[in-house]
C-alpha cells in the first residue's frame, strides 16, 4: 500500500465516505464493483471539467487534478452510457461530475469525449481492503413494517432526462412547505448528484436524501431487490407521519428499466397520494400518459416540466388530454395547493 497525498477531491458519489477514512491506495487484480473507491488524476480534459464534492461545491478540475473516483454504471441518454469495466486497469473515464468513473460504452453524437483518468489503485483501509461506498449505509430505519397510515407521497416522474422532473419537484416541495405542511424529499433512482435534493431542501424540503446515502453511486442496473429496498428504506425512514408529505423523484423516463421496475411494484403504486408526470414536449406527455395507463394502470393527476412552461405547448397539450397542467417555472400557490393537497 501507498500513502495518498493531501491535495485530492472527494466526489459527492463518496457521500458515506469520511475523508479521515481515505489514507492509502494499492493496485490489485480485485475485479472492480459498484462502489469501490479508486485514486486517480486526470489525464486528458474532455466533457466534464468540474467535480462535485460532498457539500454540493463544484470545483474546476484541469490535467493533473487528483480525486476519488467512484466505481458505478451511467445510463444518461442526453450523454452516454458507462459501465463499470471488467477488470482495473491502469486508465478510465469520469461518466459523471458527481465522481463516478467507468468504461463508456456508447455516447451521444453532439456530446465530448468523456475526461480521462489515470488511475492509481484502489482507495484501501489500514489493513489493506478495498474501501466500498455500499459498506457505509447512512439510512436503518428503526421501524421494519410499514404502518398502514403514512406521509402523502407525491411522486414525479418523466418522459426522460431533462424533462422538467426535479424542477416539478422542487415546485412540489415549495407548495407544500408554503402552505404550512411539512414535506420530505428523496430520489429513488439516477447517478449521484447533489444538485437534486438540495433544490428541494432550498425548497422547503427537510430532510432530503437519495440512493448515495445508502452507497450507492447510481442506480442503473441494480436488481429489483435493490431498487425496492431503496424505496421501502427510505419509506421507512421518512414516511412514516401521515400529516406529512413525500416529495419522491424518480430519475429518467418511463421507458427506462430501473423506473419500469418501481412503477410496476405494489409498493410504489400502492403508496402514491399524487402523481406528476414531467414532458419535453405536448407530444411526449400525450404519449407518456397513454403508456402510463396502459402499461403501469397509472393515471396522473397533473402535468409539468419543459412543455407546461411553453403556452404553445400547453395548447397543443390540451386538445388531447384534460389531464391538468402547472408551470414549474412560474409557480402559483393556488394552482399547486389544489393540484396536490
Not at 400525450?286 to 397509472?298: A, P, R, T, Y
Not at 411553453?310 to 402559483?332: G, Q, R, T
Request: proline fraction near 4%.
Amino acid at each position: 500500500m501507498k500513502r495518498i497525498s493531501p491535495g485530492f477531491l472527494i466526489p459527492s458519489s463518496a457521500y458515506t465516505v469520511g475523508k479521515k477514512q481515505i489514507k492509502h491506495y494499492d493496485f490489485t487484480d480485485k475485479s472492480p464493483e459498484v462502489g469501490d473507491l479508486v485514486y486517480a488524476k486526470v489525464i486528458r480534459m474532455g466533457q466534464h471539467v468540474e467535480i462535485e464534492n460532498k457539500e454540493g461545491r463544484i470545483h474546476n478540475i484541469n490535467d493533473g487534478s487528483r480525486i476519488i473516483g467512484v466505481m458505478g454504471n451511467r445510463y444518461a441518454p442526453d450523454y452516454w452510457e458507462g459501465l463499470i469495466p471488467n477488470h482495473l486497469s491502469t486508465e478510465i473515464d469520469l461518466v459523471a461530475r458527481s465522481g463516478v468513473v467507468g468504461i463508456v460504452k456508447n455516447k451521444k453524437s453532439t456530446i465530448k469525449d468523456a475526461t480521462r483518468l489515470r488511475i492509481f489503485g484502489y482507495v484501501t483501509d489500514d489493513s489493506g481492503k478495498v474501501i466500498n461506498t455500499r459498506s457505509h449505509c447512512l439510512i436503518n430505519p428503526k421501524e421494519k413494517t410499514k404502518k398502514d397510515s403514512r406521509s402523502k407521497m407525491i411522486l414525479v416522474v418523466g418522459t426522460s432526462m431533462n424533462s422538467g422532473k426535479s424542477q416539478a419537484a422542487k415546485a412540489a416541495c415549495w407548495a407544500i412547505a408554503t402552505s404550512g405542511h411539512i414535506v420530505r424529499a428523496s430520489k429513488v433512482t439516477g447517478t449521484a448528484s447533489l444538485k437534486d435534493i438540495l433544490a428541494m431542501e432550498d425548497a422547503g424540503a427537510n430532510p432530503v436524501n437519495d440512493f448515495t446515502h445508502f452507497g450507492y453511486p447510481s442506480t442503473y442496473k441494480l436488481s429489483e431487490e435493490e431498487l425496492l429496498e431503496i424505496f421501502n428504506d427510505l419509506d421507512l425512514k421518512v414516511g412514516n407521519n401521515p400529516k406529512n408529505y413525500w416529495v419522491v423523484e424518480i430519475a429518467d423516463g418511463i421507458l427506462q428499466r430501473e423506473t419500469e421496475i418501481l412503477l410496476r411494484s405494489d409498493d410504489v403504486k400502492s403508496r402514491i397520494h399524487r402523481l406528476i408526470f414531467a414532458a419535453q414536449g405536448a407530444m411526449g406527455a400525450i404519449s407518456g400518459v397513454q403508456i402510463l395507463e396502459k402499461e403501469f394502470g397509472l393515471t396522473p393527476d397533473a402535468i409539468s416540466g419543459v412543455c407546461a412552461s411553453s403556452p404553445l405547448a400547453v395548447e397543443e397539450l390540451d386538445k388531447f388530454c384534460s389531464i391538468p397542467s402547472f408551470d414549474n417555472m412560474n409557480w402559483d400557490l393556488q394552482q399547486l395547493t389544489d393540484l396536490l393537497l
